[in-house]
């Protein structure tokens, strides 16, 4: 079994019912295409690091995709992103093998604790959303 | 006598994913990726934060993700 994660950045301007409709255009293509969507994530508005086409916030949005078969509809989802002007950056990463790995690695602390903890800890000093435009 | 006192005690480092027992470095960990980022926003060599090859390696990486994704800055002019 593969796993993924899928993130994306899309333009702040587009409105966060917008935002919901494309994660649901594109999970719709993924579930289409034999996969599951095993989690999902929306960190919301966020200040860019550096600006990227004149922007400087965009909303993250995180999808956990996993694939029974290892065929997925990614190459395509990746390549309608790449078409919409809306989306500002995206990433897949294949997490399967690497959390593997780590997971064989003895004396893990807590798996539950450690995981909250990471979560807490996640947004850096610039996580807060911020209002303007 | 005057040899005796170039010794001086240099605190050992760790690597600190080793320490800490983080075995996937995470693209979306903002705060722990920040520690090996230096004002320039270079990536912080093995050779001054300590970190053992094996996990510099995907620290590299996972920083890599993160400047892609505009979560950590490339460059601070």
């Known amino acids: 079994m593969r796993t993924y994660e ?5 333009d702040p301007r587009v409105s966060d019912e917008d935002v919901v409709a494309m994660t649901q255009d ?9 996969s599951q969507i095993t989690g999902e994530e929306s960190w919301g508005r966020r200040k860019l690091a550096y600006p990227i086409n004149k922007v400087n ?18 190459p395509e ?19 399967d093998e690497d959390l593997k790995r780590a997971a064989r690695r003895p004396a893990k602390s807590g798996g539950a604790s450690s995981e909250d903890r990471e979560r807490h800890d996640r947004m850096g000093d610039d996580g807060e959303p911020e209002e303007e435009v | 006598m005057a040899r005796a006192r170039k010794v001086f005690f240099r605190r050992r480092k760790v690597c600190k994913f080793c320490a800490d027992k983080i075995d996937y ?11 090996f980022i230096p004002e ?3 990536i912080l060599p093995r050779r001054i934060s300590g970190t053992c090859a094996n996990h510099q390696r995907p620290l590299q990486q996972a920083i890599k993700r993160a400047r892609h994704l505009a979560l950590i800055p490339f460059t601070t002019d």
């Open chain 1, 6 to 10: 899928l993130m994306f950045v899309a």
């Open chain 1, 26 to 34: 594109y999970k719709n293509m993924i579930t289409a295409g034999g």
């Open chain 1, 57 to 74: 916030e965009g909303k993250y949005v995180l999808l956990y995709i996993s694939s029974e078969s290892g065929k997925t509809a990614l």
């Open chain 1, 77 to 95: 989802v990746e390549h309608r992103m790449r078409q919409n002007d809306r989306i500002l950056r995206y990433l897949t990463v294949r997490t």
């Open chain 2, 25 to 35: 470095i995470d693209y979306k960990d903002v705060k722990l990726l920040q520690q």
């Open chain 2, 40 to 42: 320039r926003s270079k």
